[in-house]
């Protein structure tokens, strides 16, 4: 009698990984199914370290899963959902062919819908964890709010994408937490900073749906990944909105007076006038309390040590920084897109406007002679006003990347622009850093020869005159 | 004053009989024999009856019976000067209160109900007694059957029967009324207490892994030179970074071709070495076999040894080997012993052995760390495709314009996202599964096609 043989693949690899068609015999659900639970539950497949053993000595390419995940996908209870819905479909089916239209009716009445909460809950546990995890989602929702319903891509998916995008960009622009741009030949892409947490993704321009770009993407796996991800983006909406005290859903101020405007230009049905109000970005939220407008500040203890006070100016660099484009204001040409350019501009503070023909929320007119700048990409313009500086939009990014408002006349129109630098590069000791560069940050030392801060002292001048201009013009309408 | 006719009725045709009878001629009377069906069918006359018939279905139609209307719906005074000229103002609205001709099309006159199926006789017992019930029903739970909503066009939310689902609403999840919420322990002793059983472990997961399943960043942002309007150097950074991908993919297609080529034409098989290679082994096969069987007989004549009495081992013998073997082992294990107590003496040596040992280890131990952080951020292998890098990218220098309103952009996001997921190890390559075709083709030549032959 000798000791019982230790059998092969019963114990290490062999039992810690499963095979994606064991996993789904054990999991009892269709293909199909088990990547949507997969993609649902953030179950990613893993490649064990030694595939052989992990295979019990087969060496054929498959895909692993741990054993433990697939337990505990298998105690999710939305795998009865999925049953269910199995079986709708079926019965559906057959009252289809049965031609019983009655019996259709109280089906699709009846049809099991599962909810996404709990899992948003168990995957992100703080608010925290949800605004790290922010980059994937908002690419994909702000993706798919541009893209048009086909087979594959749902209206109802697209319509929900556009009203968190629209709903996420005012949020930026209330919390004024936007702090990159960079337009790329892919897209644009944003960084903004909400609670310590630094999110950046990418909105493609706005152009027509180019299906043969993206001919080997699975839509079907795509569509699951948006499906969470709209729901995760209107809790963190949720959230944010309410950690601002505003409402949400989202509420413009002086909501009566433009819609008063509206009816003596109806742009669009009445039913869509709110969201696209909204989508216009150029009127503010309305809070749940009455703020005052003047910030509380509070005082703080002061101490003499470096170290605060480093910090403290650093808020104060922050707090100025969020005032970039303040007393701006921008009229935006018809031929410029016009959602980024707003974006920007009210993210930091100043206001924008644009033709009324061109869409709903404009909020002043091209004739309006206390607009500072006016946004233009065409060599020349038609009717020119003194009052105010015609540029090229490039002009915003680049002022929001160096952090100051840079001299305008680089930006004139007809003009070669300077370059667009990516404010996302880092550059270490030793790196080439192009000459363009370096004359910024020069420039943003204030080390630079000069011309440049006198002219930005100009720009505030002539604003702040422009300004008393406005108010003296307001009174005198008043005596009149 | 000039009663004039109401159009629907001026629109009708003129041979209907009962408005316009038309004069019959009186001509002689034919005599036929009716004396069977056909007959009777062949020669009455029932012409009168049936335009009569045609012409009050036409009426019923267009508006319903004329005779059925009032007088005042089929006249009107005509009080309207026909020379005067109408008022600009009141003929504009007159316009406006006219409905379009569309409309008029589109708007039913017919007072002809539409053919509905079979319906049970009102009033018949089955009918009573189902709406009785429903109207009990309704009486006393507020049900309301799905005939009468079919009847008011309401659907069950309006009826009040379901509850409106709300639409998407979002809450604060992660507020703390984690006070509220009975503790674990207190759920499972209400589940053992309900259920007599007791609760089934949900599985604890780390999410480690389910964060970070790569180190890469979430959003990688293209090369500064994939700018809009980039600089000159970062342009041309990026351009050179497309020119080696471009050039790696060249040499792998390269690479294919020169293995899949055919060997050169010097190479190949002449009609001789075919030759050979058919008839190999056949020729000089006499040979060999005359040797082998010289050998195997050979084999066969030494005879096999007979095991002989005297051969046996006695006892005593066997007892001896025996001894012998456990006098050896005893040696062997004494020596080992004796080894072993020597060895520690030999305490230096052997901690230099083990550190040998130890830094080989290590040293191993690093070098696969060091593969690992190498490796770390580059997709692992989770299927039976490998991952592909996308092409980066990039535009060329004349394409650059310079100013937003001319630019194009590059690429797409959708598949930038897509293969992120993949880089990422979140998603596992895939290629689209072709559909295969069920049966193969089978081609016939049909005999027609057969007889036609060029040669011929």
């Given at each position: ?97 049965k ?61 929900r ?74 809790f ?6 309410t ?50 407008t ?36 921008v ?6 897109p ?85 404010p ?49 013009e ?7 | ?128 007694r ?60 209400h ?87 058919l008839?190999e ?15 195997l ?37 004494d ?36 593969i ?24 060329l ?57 060029i040669?011929v």
């Amino acid at each position: 009698m000798g000791r019982l043989m230790k059998k092969k693949y019963e114990s290490g690899a062999a039992t810690a990984y499963i095979t994606r068609n064991r996993a789904i015999n054990y999991l009892q659900i269709s293909l199909p199914d088990f990547r949507r639970l997969c993609i649902l539950k953030g179950v990613y497949p893993r490649e064990p370290k030694n595939k052989k053993k992990a295979n019990k000595g087969s060496t054929a390419p498959r895909t692993f899963y741990l054993m433990k995940d697939i337990q505990y996908l298998s105690h999710e209870p939305i795998i009865n959902k999925f049953r269910e819905f199995k079986v709708f479909v079926k019965k559906l089916k057959k009252a289809f062919a049965k031609a019983e239209h009655g019996r259709v009716e109280t089906l699709q009445e009846n049809k099991p819908v599962y909810k996404l909460d709990h899992i948003i809950k168990e995957r992100y546990p703080t608010f925290v964890d949800a605004l790290r995890d922010l980059d994937d989602c908002l690419c994909l929702v702000f993706l798919f709010a541009t893209f048009p319903q086909t087979k594959n891509i749902p209206g109802d998916f697209v319509r929900r994408c556009r009203h968190l995008s629209v709903e996420f960009m005012n949020f930026v622009v209330a919390a004024k937490a936007l702090k990159k741009v960079f337009l790329s030949i892919k897209g644009i892409y944003y960084q903004v900073e909400m609670q310590g947490q630094v999110v950046t993704w990418l909105v493609p321009y706005s152009f027509g749906f180019n299906a043969k770009a993206c001919a080997d993407v699975d839509f079907r796996v795509m569509a699951h990944f948006v499906e969470f991800y709209i729901t995760m983006l209107g809790f963190v909406n949720f959230k944010l909105y309410t950690s601002l005290g505003l409402h949400y859903p989202p509420k413009l101020m002086f909501e009566a007076k433009l819609k008063d405007d509206d009816e003596k230009n109806p742009y669009c049905l009445e039913s869509e006038a709110t969201g696209e109000r909204l989508a216009a970005l150029s009127a503010s939220l309305a809070s749940v309390v009455t703020q005052n407008t003047e910030e509380d500040e509070v005082e703080l203890d002061e101490f003499e040590d470096s170290r605060t006070l480093e910090a403290k100016q650093e808020e104060e660099k922050q707090k100025a920084f969020q005032k970039l484009f303040n007393g701006l204001k921008v009229f935006v040409s018809r031929e410029v897109p016009r959602e980024p350019i707003v974006f920007t501009v009210r993210s930091f503070g100043g206001e924008a406007s644009w033709d009324r023909s061109v869409a709903m929320g404009a909020t002043f007119d091209e004739s309006d002679e206390t607009i500072t700048h006016q946004i233009m990409d065409r060599p020349k313009a038609d009717r020119q006003y003194l009052s105010r500086y015609y540029i090229q939009p490039q002009w915003l990014f680049d002022c929001v990347n160096a952090k100051m408002l840079l001299p305008v006349e680089d930006y004139f129109p007809g003009v070669v622009l300077p370059p667009h630098l990516s404010p996302f590069v880092e550059y270490k000791e030793g790196d080439y850093v192009p000459p363009e560069k370096e004359a910024l940050s020069r420039r943003q030392q204030g080390l630079d020869t000069g011309d440049a801060v006198s002219e930005e002292a100009d720009v505030s001048e002539e604003e702040e005159e422009e300004e008393e201009e406005g108010k003296e013009e307001e009174e005198i309408d008043d005596e009149g | 004053m000039a009663a004039t006719k109401s159009s629907e009725s001026s629109e009708a045709p003129q041979t209907s009989g009962s408005l316009f009878p038309q004069p019959k001629v009186r001509g002689k009377k034919k005599r036929v024999s009716k004396k069977n069906k056909s007959a009777w069918r062949k020669h009455s006359d029932i012409k009168d009856i049936e335009d009569f018939l045609d012409d009050q279905r036409l009426q019923l139609r267009t508006g319903g019976l004329v005779a059925d209307k009032a007088d005042d719906s089929l006249f009107y005074v005509d009080k309207q000067n026909d020379n005067e000229d109408e008022a600009p103002v009141a003929k504009k609205r007159k316009k406006e209160l006219k409905p379009l001709k569309i409309d008029q099309i589109i708007a039913g006159e017919t007072t002809v109900k539409p053919v509905t199926g079979h319906a049970p006789p009102m009033g018949s017992g089955k009918v009573r007694r189902k709406e009785m019930k429903a109207k009990e029903l309704e009486q006393k739970t507020g049900y309301i059957s799905k005939e009468k909503r079919k009847k008011l066009k309401l659907n069950s939310v309006q009826a009040g029967l379901k509850k409106p689902q709300a639409v998407r609403e979002y809450y604060d999840l992660w507020g703390n009324d984690a006070k509220d919420k009975p503790t674990e322990e207190e759920e499972d002793e209400h589940y053992a207490q309900v259920t007599g059983k007791t609760r089934v472990k949900v599985p604890v997961r780390t999410q480690t892994y389910a964060k970070n399943p790569s180190i890469l960043p979430k959003v990688e942002v293209i090369h500064p030179g994939g700018s809009y309007n980039p600089t000159f150097e970062d342009h041309q950074q990026l351009l050179q970074q497309a020119v080696q991908s471009e050039r790696k993919k060249v040499k792998d297609e390269k690479k294919l071709e020169r293995q899949t080529r055919l060997p050169p034409k010097r190479e190949w098989a002449t009609r001789r070495d075919k030759m050979k290679e058919l008839t190999e082994g056949l020729l000089d096969e006499e040979d060999e076999e005359e040797e082998e069987g010289e050998e195997l007989e050979g084999e066969q004549s030494i005879p096999k040894a007979t095991i002989r009495a005297e051969d046996k081992k006695s006892r005593q013998k066997r007892r001896k080997e025996k001894e012998q073997r456990e006098q050896e082992q005893q040696k062997t294990a004494d020596k080992t012993k004796k080894i072993k107590e020597h060895e520690v003496n030999r305490l230096k040596a052997i901690k230099k052995e083990i550190n040998a040992l130890e830094k080989k280890k290590e040293e191993r131990q690093k070098k696969r760390e060091e593969i690992r952080t190498q490796n770390a951020d580059k997709p692992k292998r989770l299927s039976r495709h490998k991952y592909e890098e996308p092409f980066p990218e990039f535009k060329l220098s004349e394409e650059l314009v310079g100013t937003l309103r001319e630019f194009k952009p590059e690429g797409s996001v959708l598949k930038d996202r897509f293969k992120s997921l993949q880089r990422r190890n979140i998603l596992e390559t895939r290629v689209k599964a072709k559909r295969q075709k069920k049966f193969k083709k089978k081609y016939v030549e049909k005999k027609q096609y057969k007889e036609i032959s060029i040669n011929v």
